[in-house]
């Protein structure tokens, strides 16, 4: 006996003509590699007309770029992770500085400091980030930051390279307001993630309700991080969709309203106003 498939459950409806960008994801993992163009498709369907696909060390920088190559609607970031920031040597760099040259990449990243896990030695991590900062201000890209229990070192080193000549954004932003308002001070977006759609999440949902909107940017993490109520299973770019309409909730606007701006400064984040 043949087993049918459960259907997905119904996406929220964005309203006719509005559009989303998905600032943050990881099309090139394995957890794609079956489907990652219908993936593609159901962002699309979904209203996502731009998504931003990752790069964390040099292999997936270079499928990132791969990416875009084939699908307009779809440009990328390269760099590396702190996770991996021992691989950051001077070939490894000069690669990532070439392969920034291409239109289709609009920032270097993912960037930073990671000291919940510690892959990498601190000072490893640091040196990294210290120099994509200044490969990101050579080549005149903003920049996607990674900051994972590393508040106080990351907006110190941040202080000192300000102001940012192309801008940036905090990834998956994880601190409270007082260090939303930090970086926001820096010129930084805060990027919300699908975290913003779970229960107890009540400092993340004050920075989404007191940081301006013209500072906010919506990403997914895709294939982490997935948003209520398909928590524990896969995400993907589409699913930007229940972010976007969590964050109307709790701002008091409609989710074409969310959507517009949230779309807007990405565009200007990543200089595709227009494209």
């Not at 875009?68 to 490894?92: K, L, N």
């Not at 510690?118 to 640091?126: G, K, L, T």
């Amino acid at each position: 006996m043949v087993k049918k498939k459960k259907n997905r459950a119904p996406l929220p409806e964005l309203p006719p003509g509005a559009r989303l960008f998905d600032s943050h994801c990881h099309l090139d993992m394995e957890d794609y590699s079956a489907d990652c163009s219908e993936v593609i498709k159901r962002a699309a369907r979904a209203g996502v007309s731009k998504i931003m696909t990752i790069g964390i060390d040099l292999p997936s920088s270079r499928a990132a770029l791969r990416l875009t190559e084939t699908h307009p609607g779809i440009f990328c970031a390269v760099g590396i992770h702190p996770h991996s920031a021992a691989a950051a040597d001077d070939a490894a760099l000069t690669e990532i500085s070439q392969l920034a040259r291409s239109v289709k990449v609009r920032a270097i990243g993912e960037i930073g400091l990671d000291y919940a896990k510690m892959y990498c030695p601190r000072e490893e991590q640091i040196t990294a980030f210290r120099q994509q900062l200044e490969l990101a201000a050579e080549l005149r890209l903003p920049v996607i930051i990674h900051d994972r229990e590393a508040h106080e070192e990351t907006m110190a080193i941040l202080r000192q390279v300000a102001p940012l000549q192309q801008r940036g954004v905090m990834h998956c932003f994880s601190g409270d307001l007082t260090l939303a308002r930090e970086v926001v001070d820096l010129g930084l977006y805060i990027s919300l993630p699908g975290v913003l759609t779970f229960n107890k999440t009540e400092a993340l949902r004050e920075v989404a309700r007191e940081i301006p909107l013209e500072s906010l940017i919506i990403e997914t993490d895709a294939p982490f991080l997935t948003p209520a109520p398909y928590r524990g299973k896969r995400n993907e770019p589409a699913y930007v969709l229940y972010t976007a309409q969590c964050l109307s909730e709790i701002r008091g606007i409609t989710l074409a309203e969310a959507a517009a701006q949230t779309t807007l400064n990405c565009e200007k984040l990543f200089a595709l106003e227009g494209k």
